[in-house]
């Protein structure tokens, strides 16, 4: 059933708007998806991440601004065919809980129009190991398990992109833990997975890439490209006692730009390079007679990236 | 792929057909409507039929199978119009409608397949029912009644109506499912939608018009176009953001 996969990206946006009347879902948002690529799109609740998903699940229509979607221009006249290449697994995972796991996979596998079914079927409850569930009713199964059920029916086509709406939501940490290592299993088969969530360390774990979206797109890259574009590098030091005379000491040091004071014996530097700045500031401690406890490059999460990045949104709003 | 001239692709409806038909047989809520409502309308008109006096005057004769073919031209239109009445409200509430619409499946393919899901069983059972009436009066009622019932022109009205009425019940159905935000509200339009039409059998049921096969073709003709006429309405009113959203594209 699947196309072939199509050159270029998987995915391009470009100024894509989506508003219903006087609301703005998302506004102006511009990103490409490589094939092969695990795309995070972060955002707190209300932010347009399911709004963006179902545009380029050619579900609604955007405002404006221009998309294409496994190589396809996104437009009315592309619908079908936007969908058979593609598959989105919605929050819900939507079963008929009337229908076994097998039934429900079946009638999607009619609606693509599969030939091979069983096989395709057998090849999809395998990789998300509910093989021996086939003949089970959906209403008997554990939200967890309903979740991996949705997740092979995403799979019956092989499709060129992969759409994950919040794939762990509600669910608790076992069963998240088990949905992430299944997305970890696709994502290194080189399925293209573009995942929305607001679990940072869900993302920071899983996607090569994320961009922040609060209604516009506020910044985008690799999860250690926007710790480095938005934090300076840092290290922290401990001492037993508090230095006698910390600028004396640190200040000026190889690499180091600034310092300051934490608490009691505890200073962080600013630096531009840990390498070169970590050993100096050992040297010149224990040079100032002072006992050295702990020498650690501090690490910013992808969680301190997004915060910043939405609490200044939120501080822009109140002024 | 599989296309017909409409563009409809025969897979995805038998897909969203057998879906359906499965769905409604694990259902009991819908198996027994499905299954007790047409023996409740089937029970009626024998007593009635039973009931009239061999020697009854022909206005009371023609009053009294009137009421009997009335309650049989019921199950057409009340038997599909509590499950066509759930097709997309239903799928909405249940969460399932959006993993569908992320297919290939077109609107129209879906609509059409659940409104033959809800076809199919109406005309089995309507027809079974009408087939048992005229075989317990064919072999019980006073020949003189049966005369009556197995006119020709009231056997072509039945025959004819019967499809006919159950297509404008389930269209009017899946039309008020894809705009109501609740299965019950749907449910109840449903019911009292499917009933207008009955008008037309009614007054031949009664002998108000008179039941020539011209008459009965005439307006089958005027019941069918009215039917393929609200089959297209229903795809217009299918608008996949505002059932996803709740807003209008």
């Known amino acids: 059933m699947n196309a072939e996969r199509s050159t270029g990206p998987a995915l391009v ?35 347009g991440k399911t709004t963006t998903v179902r545009t380029l699940g050619t579900l609604i229509a955007p405002s404006s601004g221009t998309a294409s979607v496994a190589g396809l221009p996104l437009g009315p006249d592309n619908g079908v065919a936007i969908r058979s290449r593609i598959a989105v697994m919605p929050e819900a995972p939507g079963l008929y809980l009337r229908l076994s796991v097998a039934e429900n996979l079946a009638y999607f596998a009619g609606l693509y129009e599969l030939t091979d079914r069983s096989e395709r079927i057998g090849r999809a409850l395998k990789s998300v190991g509910l093989e021996n569930r086939a003949d089970d009713l959906c209403r008997s ?50 399925v293209t997975i573009f995942l929305t969530t607001h679990r940072l360390a869900e993302a920071e774990r899983l ?9 516009t797109l506020r910044t985008i890259g690799r999860p250690d490209e926007l710790r480095d574009r938005l934090f300076s590098k840092s290290i922290e030091l401990r001492t037993r006692s508090p230095l006698a ?23 962080v530097l600013a630096v ?33 990236v997004y915060l910043q990045m939405i609490d200044s949104d939120v501080e822009a709003e109140q002024r | 792929m599989k296309t017909s001239n409409l563009n409809l692709n025969v897979t995805r409806i038998r897909a969203v057909v057998g879906k359906e038909i499965r769905d409604y047989r694990r259902n009991r809520f819908i198996a027994s409507t499905m299954a007790i409502t047409p023996i409740l309308f089937m029970i009626a ?3 009635t039929i039973f009931s009239l006096p061999a020697d009854a005057a022909s206005q009371k004769l023609d009053a009294g199978i009137g009421v009997s073919l009335l309650y049989l031209t019921l199950i057409p239109a009340l038997v599909p119009a509590v499950v066509s009445s759930y097709t997309i409200v239903g799928e909405r509430e249940q969460g399932t409608l959006e993993p569908v619409l992320t297919t290939p499946l077109r609107r129209e393919e879906l609509l059409l397949g659940k409104a033959l899901a809800a076809y199919i069983p109406t005309l089995v059972i309507s027809y079974a029912m009408y087939g048992i009436f005229l075989a317990c009066v064919g072999l019980f009622a006073h020949p003189n009644v049966a005369d009556d019932i197995f006119q020709t022109g009231r056997i072509l009205a039945q025959v004819l109506f019967t499809p006919l009425l159950a297509a404008w019940s389930i ?24 009933l207008p039409p009955l008008a037309i059998t009614s007054l031949i049921g009664f002998g108000v018009l008179a039941p020539t096969p011209r008459l009965a073709v005439v307006l089958g003709a005027a019941l069918l176009l009215v039917d393929i006429a609200a089959g297209r309405f229903v795809a217009r009113l299918f608008d996949r953001e505002r059932l996803l959203t709740g807003s209008k594209a």
């Open chain 1, 13 to 47: 946006v470009e100024r894509l708007t989506k508003r219903f009347g006087e609301r703005t879902a998302f506004s102006d948002v511009s990103f490409t998806v490589d094939y092969g690529e695990v795309f995070g799109f972060l955002g707190p609740n209300g932010a």
């Open chain 1, 141 to 190: 199964l554990s939200k967890g398990l309903r979740q991996r059920v949705g997740l092979a029916r995403a799979l019956l086509t092989d499709p060129q992109v992969l759409f994950l709406d919040e794939p762990t939501s509600g669910l608790d940490p076992v069963a998240a833990r088990e949905v992430h290592e299944l997305i970890d299993a696709l994502r290194k088969r080189g």
């Open chain 1, 207 to 215: 996607c090569d890439r994320v961009g922040i979206l609060n209604t």
């Open chain 1, 245 to 267: 005379d910390p600028e004396h000491v640190l200040a000026g040091l190889p690499g180091c730009e600034s310092w300051s004071r934490a608490e009691d014996g505890t200073y």
């Open chain 1, 272 to 304: 531009t390079d840990p390498d070169v700045a970590a050993p100096a500031a050992a040297r010149a401690v224990l040079a100032a007679g002072a006992d050295l406890l702990a020498l650690t490059p501090t690490r910013h999460s992808l969680e301190d």
């Open chain 2, 45 to 47: 008109p024998i007593v």
């Open chain 2, 171 to 194: 269209w009017a159905g899946i039309a008020i499912s894809t705009r109501a935000n609740d299965v019950r509200v749907a449910q109840q339009l449903s019911t009292l939608i499917s």
